[in-house]
């Protein structure tokens, strides 16, 4: 059985940083970040392929402030925020087991974490 355990969220100022990291039981090849902020769907983030220097997938809207990174040996998944804004506000959640690495479609991943709140206020 897969168990996903997000850490490493909080509050922070416009334009802080945050690193959340993801703990899974074992490895899949395809891995991924979620985000659902109040009163909205769930919205893809980013997404990862294989090894640690897998291929690496990014929405727009995070495209340039945010890297995804893993640990294959650890089986840890990293996502690096920079540069945050008031729009990140939302429960981040990690994703795994999906076929398709770097699918925007959250049902295509069968394995979730419980979700780590991250807060950015201006």
């Known amino acids: 059985q897969m168990q996903l355990v997000e850490s490493g969220g909080g509050s922070v100022q416009v334009g802080g940083s945050l690193t959340l990291s993801c703990g899974a039981s074992?490895?899949?090849?395809?891995m991924g970040w979620f985000r659902q902020a109040p009163g909205k769907g769930r919205e893809w983030v980013s997404g990862i392929a294989g090894g640690d220097d897998g291929p690496t997938y990014y929405a727009d809207s995070v495209k340039g402030r945010f890297t995804i990174s893993r640990d294959g040996l650890k089986n840890t998944l990293t996502l690096q925020m920079n540069n945050l804004k008031p729009e990140d506000t939302a429960m981040y959640y990690c994703?795994?087991?999906?076929?398709?690495?770097?699918?925007?479609?959250?049902?295509?991943?069968?394995?979730w974490g419980q979700g780590t709140q991250v807060t950015v206020s201006s």
């Open positions: 074992f490895y899949t090849y395809c």
């Open positions: 994703a795994a087991g999906s076929s398709r690495c770097g699918t925007r479609e959250s049902a295509d991943f069968p394995y």
